[in-house]
């Protein structure tokens, strides 16, 4: 079963630009103004989403000088990839046990 933190960080990331940050952000660490160069999106546009997923747990900073810097916290994405795996594995198993009843 899913819980709230879950169905929460899916909606986090369901929107497409939030999407896009997440994955630039699993190549390689990157500040706000490399982000906007890659995405086109408007600098404060995209410092809105940042806070969004910084304050879902999916990003961390990295202060460096005058810049921030972010990184993703692969262990979240890990967690929500196993929740979606205990739904697959009792999926799996409710067809098995269905498929048996109607034989």
Do not use: W
């Not at 909606?11 to 706000?32: F, G, K, S």
């Not at 103004?33 to 940042?50: P, Y």
């Amino acid at each position: 079963m899913l819980t709230s933190a879950t169905t929460d960080l899916i909606r986090v990331l369901a929107d497409p630009l939030r999407l896009q940050i997440v994955t630039l952000l699993a190549r390689e660490t990157l500040c706000t103004t490399h982000l906007v160069e890659e995405t086109g999106a408007r600098q404060t546009n995209l410092s809105n989403h940042l806070r969004v997923l910084r304050e879902a747990g999916v990003v961390d900073t990295e202060p460096c000088g005058r810049f921030t810097y972010y990184k993703l916290r692969p262990e979240v994405l890990e967690g929500l990839s196993a929740a979606f795996g205990e739904l697959a594995a009792q999926a799996r198993t409710t067809v098995e046990t269905n498929r048996k009843r109607a034989c």
